[in-house]
């Protein structure tokens, strides 16, 4: 017989037993969920970046979701639209596929590969039709106008750009990115002091934005002719940038007009230092050596610039100035007609772009502003328009020339021999 002090242990035993059983389910529990959870915890946080344009930190965030919920077909649509907003393409693409493998809506993929397509300059195919039906949806309007304002930069239709960054800030009066993209835009549609008014409020909106600073600084040290101004702001973008050669040549210069002579080629020298080989900065050194007297080592300077890159423009007429004042006018003529032919040229290239924009069909245009991108220095840029060139007509033979020529000489031969195959096949017999 159990005595009453025994059956109030075995009580306290199986009391012991059943709450381990359960704190052990529960433990249990807990890890098993603590993954959800936290998928969801970094879920929240990416949508609390993406409403704040923090885009580096959504990216972050979004990563860390698919590490806890790999197959989340919304982390995976989220991160695929925000690769695209922030020009990772082919990253937006993978993501892509793997949020319509996880389920996601067929119609909201559908869009976005459209949003993809456009944004890469790709307006073919019924895809501008399709976005254009798209802005309709309030959800999808500013994400719609956003890639057809990228398209049609990338294609040099400038004057529908603008018109879809001016329906962008319709609805976002303070969107930093559309103020500094249409500034960009307006420029080269002439109206310099209205793309000056959008950069200057894109700078005083996030005075840390250094891509609006440094537009504004280039709108008032070129156009505005305004170094005064455009000093500070070269100065706080040089200290977040200390490796960019443009804006420390500009800082020189503006330095320079506004009789800090000293300073100016201290920074000159300190970039020749670090970047011997930069053309803007060997050019800008000597044509400060030139006109402080010093042509011996102005020369060198302008000659090494001009071994680096013969296109260089501004070295032959600096070099032609400096052979004049040495004395050596035969030398000097023959450097002055090479910048004559260059800066027309440029002039030429110049004209071209221009003429793109009217132009939407026209690939033989784009081939040509292509070639001059590559005489002037620019491969990559010349390979953009020789694209296009293509997305117009993919048959164009001469675009498959040039691009096998741009492939070969950046050494990616499997590219070049893929155009090389498409030109001859288009060749006649």
């Not at 800090?260 to 050194?285: I, K, M, N, S």
Request: glycine share 4%; charged share 30%; net charge neutral.
């Amino acid at each position: 017989m159990i005595s009453c002090s025994g059956l109030i242990r075995a009580v306290r035993r199986r009391r012991r037993t059943v709450l381990l059983v359960i704190a052990l389910a529960l433990v249990g529990g807990a890890i098993a969920w603590a993954p959800a959870v936290r998928a969801e915890y970094h879920l929240r946080q990416a949508k609390r970046a993406l409403d704040a344009r923090d885009y580096d930190q959504a990216d972050a965030e979004l990563t860390r979701h698919l590490e806890f919920r790999p197959a989340s077909a919304e982390g995976h649509f989220l991160l695929a639209r925000l690769s695209r907003r922030m020009s990772h393409l082919p990253r937006a693409r993978e993501h892509l596929d793997a949020c319509r493998a996880a389920g996601f809506s067929v119609d909201a993929v559908t869009l976005e590969r459209h949003l993809l397509r456009a944004q890469d300059g790709d307006l073919g195919g019924g895809a501008e039709s399709v976005l254009r039906r798209a802005i309709e949806d309030p959800a999808e309007r500013f994400y719609v106008f956003e890639a057809l304002s990228q398209g049609y930069t990338k294609t040099y239709r400038l004057s529908e750009a603008r018109f879809c960054l001016d329906r962008m800030l319709e609805d976002e009066p303070e969107n930093v990115y559309a103020l500094v993209r249409r500034g960009w835009v307006l420029e080269r549609l002439g109206l310099v002091d209205a793309a000056r008014d959008d950069y200057r409020r894109a700078a005083a909106l996030r005075p840390d934005n250094l891509l609006a600073r440094r537009r504004l600084a280039d709108n008032l040290f070129y156009v505005a002719r305004n170094a005064a101004e455009a000093v500070d702001h070269y100065e706080a973008v040089w200290r977040e940038s200390p490796d960019d050669t443009v804006v420390g040549v500009n800082l020189a210069q503006c330095r320079l007009q506004l009789g800090r002579a000293d300073e100016a080629r201290a920074l000159l020298d300190q970039l020749v230092a670090a970047h011997p080989d930069d053309v803007a900065v060997l050019v800008e050194r000597g044509k400060l050596a030139v006109n402080e007297d010093q042509c011996e080592q102005g020369e060198a300077w302008l000659r090494r610039a001009l071994e680096r890159d013969p296109s260089a423009v501004a070295a032959c007429h600096e070099l032609a100035r400096c052979l004049d004042l040495r004395g050596r006018p035969a030398e000097a003529a023959r450097y002055r007609q090479r910048f004559e032919s260059l800066k027309a040229e440029r002039a030429k290239l110049d004209a071209l772009v221009a003429r793109a924009g009217q132009a939407p069909g026209d690939a033989a245009l784009r081939c040509e502003v292509a070639r001059l991108l590559r005489l002037f220095g620019e491969p990559q840029e010349a390979e953009r328009w020789l694209a296009a060139a293509l997305r117009i007509d993919p048959r164009y033979r001469p675009a498959h020339e040039a691009l096998a020529e741009c492939y070969e000489r950046r050494g990616d031969r499997e590219l070049a021999e893929r155009h090389k195959l498409l030109a001859q096949a288009l060749t006649p017999p």
